[in-house]
């Protein structure tokens, strides 16, 4: 499996405190089967503002500890970043960090409340630089919660929707359980992550196993495999994912 969403990186917002809990993180998805995690501390959401240099740097501080260690796993660099006024004049600047500092895949962070025709804009807007849009945990939004059509709209304009494996296990409670639950029989959801922190189980596993009790194995591996794995590679997959979801 591939986790596309964890604060893994010691020490740099509200995820790992220090070198032990990255790699104590990392030996949970080890043993649940993940073998890649995409380190996504936050941006510009109010409170921690991590920079690109500094992500990249601990990535890779962090790749070198674990490859010392023996641990079977890939950490690859990204951010979850906050949609904001300013995200398309940071990403023009060069300030933000794509998956794997690849340039195709943004993960994106939505306010709890929103107007979604400058969503819907802002998707397009990166659609037009070549930038798809992954909206992050998108079943624990209050708005998407009561405005679920939304989601349908964000996907024709261009972005995909990541949802979190504890939601999928009602870590998050019965909102976040249903939305995710409803998400995935629609074939909605385009990639799944732990956004795993302090104090919060890894989950990983018991989301496959979910996914494939209401959706099958096919795209159990898509959501936790596939789906990631071209997002990692920067691999282009609007064509194929238009006609699979947009029918």
């Known amino acids: 499996m591939i986790d596309t969403h964890a604060h893994i990186l010691p020490a740099m917002d509200d995820g790992a405190t220090d070198q032990a809990q990255s790699m104590a993180f990392a030996e ?118 009561h405005e679920p059509e939304q989601i349908d709209a964000f996907v024709r304009q261009g972005a995909r929707i990541q949802i979190t494996a504890g939601s999928l296990t009602g870590d998050y409670g019965p909102l976040a359980l249903k939305a995710s639950k409803t998400m995935v029989k629609k074939d909605q ?11 919060r189980k890894y989950r990983m596993a018991a989301a496959r196993k979910a996914i494939t009790k209401w959706a099958g194995e096919p795209i159990a591996r898509r959501l936790t495999h596939d789906n990631a794995e071209a997002i990692i590679q920067d691999i282009d997959l609007t064509d194929t994912w238009d006609r699979q979801v947009l029918r």
């Open 189 to 199: 959801v385009f990639c799944l992550g732990s956004d795993i922190h302090p104090g």
């Open 28 to 145: 949970r998805a080890a043993n649940q089967g993940v073998k890649v995690v995409c380190a996504t501390p936050h941006v510009n959401d109010g409170v921690h503002n991590c920079i690109k240099a500094d992500i990249l740097a601990a990535c890779r501080a962090l790749s070198a500890q674990l490859v010392n260690q023996g641990f079977p796993i890939q950490v690859v660099p990204g951010a979850e970043v906050r949609l904001t006024h300013d995200l398309l004049k940071d990403y023009d600047n060069g300030r933000l960090l794509t998956f794997n500092d690849a340039g195709r895949w943004l993960l994106v962070e939505l306010p709890d409340l929103f107007i979604a025709k400058a969503v819907c804009l802002t998707i397009r807007q990166l659609a037009d630089r070549g930038v798809t849009p992954i909206i992050a945990h998108a079943e624990r939004n209050p708005t998407l919660w």
